[in-house]
């Protein structure tokens, strides 16, 4: 079977840690593009080389949900952008 370049691009985890997971033991060549940090991301078996984090989107994600900002209607499009523009 030929080699796949896959890159899987989302901001959190949602199932596609585990899809990953399984692509990468399939022995495709996977890329994450999340805002998890590479540390958690390998608890789910996938290598570190294999992510690319946005942790500066990750924190600012969390804040908004902490502080309860997520009501305004200007802070999920801008987190969305931002997101991915950097993918």
Known sequence: ???LKIAI????RFHVFALANALVRQGQDVTVFTNY???IVKKWGIPSENVRS???H???YRLVR??????SSLWEPLLHRMFSSWA
């Open 9 to 12: 691009v989302v901001p959190g």
């Open 58 to 60: 990750g924190l600012l």
């Open 54 to 56: 946005f942790l500066l």
């Open 66 to 71: 902490v502080f309860q900002l997520s009501k």
């Open 1 to 3: 079977m030929k080699k």
């Open 37 to 39: 940090p590479k540390r």
